[in-house]
């Protein structure tokens, strides 16, 4: 018997995630909408308008009969009244296939509230993941951690999202610290990565915390976005924008040390160093005129990606009402 489930139940939550949430978040994916159509770049069939002109759906122009134009093309009465060979040009539509990068580095091992930052990020990535498989895109992903890289192919599949799942469960499930460890990789490996699996034209979402996105990836940002379309997903856990009136102990699993929430300069201090960091990654996005979306791990994590990729804006107003639940078999 079908059952309503509220899009804050589907809301992935807890310290790792896990397989059957993630799979259910293909509920949502009909009410998605990954990106705006635009023109792109690839050179395979599917639902996006692209500069490439031959015969597709989409009128494009009239202009003069050049050699080797498809003769199918001439436009009759154009010709018959100018006097001179004219074709009909159009808009062919291509695919475009979508690479989900996820941050599963140990500082996404943390969260305060609802969820760890690797929960919410596992679980834009299914989200999306479902949302172009529904929109017949070619899904892969690009899973980053602090020692490896591991690569999902695109495939227009659902084995390929449910592979992306089953390898963050993994990965994020080995997690333990969210202090990095010696040697970790920085993200500018994983942009450098991206930039040689991607083919012209593929949309790209990168989903991270964002701690080391600074002018270090420039240079890789630069040649990325060069021939691919990249949307920022940041994700931020409260406690890492002030500090609370409380006193907290810290703790890396070897050693162990006391804050004093109520230290005033110490709180105005640590806020002044957060809102400085988070405005560098907002400045660099704007110098490579990437979108930036922010996702806070304490809210429930299916109205945010409704209120940014929602094909309609999910009814806030009525919690309980039927605008805000989907039906689940």
């Not at 009244?81 to 808009?91: A, F, I």
């Not at 021939?227 to 409260?238: E, F, M, Y």
């Not at 810290?250 to 110490?266: A, H, V």
């Amino acid at each position: 018997m079908p059952k309503a489930v509220s899009h804050i139940e589907l809301s992935p939550r807890g310290a790792y995630p896990e397989v059957t949430p993630l799979v259910k978040l293909r509920y949502i994916a009909r009410q998605l909408q990954m990106f705006q159509p635009r023109l792109a770049r690839s050179d395979q069939a599917g639902g996006l308008l692209t500069r490439y002109r031959g015969r597709g759906m989409n009128f494009e122009e009239v202009r003069n009969y050049q050699a080797g134009d498809d003769v199918r093309s001439i436009d009759w009465r154009v010709t018959a009244r100018t006097g001179e060979t004219h074709t009909k040009l159009y808009q062919e539509e291509r695919e475009r296939p979508v690479v989900i990068l996820v941050d599963l580095r140990s500082p996404m091992f943390f969260g305060s509230r609802r969820a760890f930052k690797s929960v919410v990020a596992s679980g834009i990535a299914a989200a999306l993941g479902w949302a172009g498989l529904h929109h017949s895109d070619r899904i892969g992903a690009i899973l980053f951690t602090d020692d490896g890289i591991d690569t999902v192919r695109p495939r227009r599949s659902h084995h390929a999202v449910l592979a992306m799942i089953h390898a963050m469960v993994e990965l994020a499930g080995e997690l333990r610290n969210p202090v990095p460890a010696p040697g970790s990789q920085p993200l500018t490996v994983l942009l450098e990565e991206a930039r040689r699996i991607s083919r012209p034209g593929t949309a790209l979402f990168l989903i991270s915390d964002c701690h080391d996105l600074d002018d270090s990836c420039a240079q890789a940002l630069y040649l990325l976005t060069r021939h691919a379309d990249l949307q920022v997903l940041r994700i931020t856990d409260p406690l890492e924008l002030n500090l609370p009136r409380e006193s907290l102990t810290i703790s890396d699993g070897r050693q162990r040390t006391f804050l004093n929430g109520n230290n005033r300069p110490l709180r105005e201090h640590f806020a002044e160093r957060q809102a400085g960091a988070r405005e560098a990654v907002e400045q660099l996005c704007r110098r490579h005129r990437l979108p930036l979306l922010d996702f806070d791990t304490s809210e429930p994590l299916v109205p945010a990606l409704l209120s940014y990729f929602g094909t309609r804006q999910p009814d806030t107003s009525a919690r309980g009402s039927t605008a805000d639940k989907v039906v689940v078999p």
